[in-house]
């Protein structure tokens, strides 16, 4: 069987963008809608670009507000999310070094295998 075209980063982006708002529908900082993909390691760490703990929906507003100082508020709420112990080992992994097309790989297989589990909260 052909193995399917990697996506391009865009692609890869657009899908992953729209399955993190569809899971938290509500911004991370304040009850609006989540209307952006806000990454707390920002994107160009591959190894954490597709990572779902390194990513929150956020609405327009606390995304620019927050952007800029991960290591107060942001980083205080991340903790709260995922734990002590879950966020060092994010942090570990935002570390790492992962080319694109192997970050873009693994998220793309993972989609395609649980495609189906998505389509519900995708809508």
Known sequence: MKKP???TSTKADQI???W???????CFFCPNPGTQNSHFWGRANS???YDPENCDAACGGCHM???GNKQGLYREKKIAQLGKAKYDALQ???YSIVKRAD????FQAWYETNR???SASLG
């Open 92 to 94: 570990r992994r935002a």
């Open 65 to 67: 507000r927050h952007e």
């Open 103 to 106: 970050a873009i790989r693994e």
């Open 16 to 18: 992953f963008s729209r």
């Open 5 to 7: 075209a990697l996506w």
């Open 20 to 26: 993190i708002r569809a899971r938290d529908k509500r």
């Open 116 to 118: 189906h589990l998505l």
């Open 47 to 49: 190894a954490t670009r």
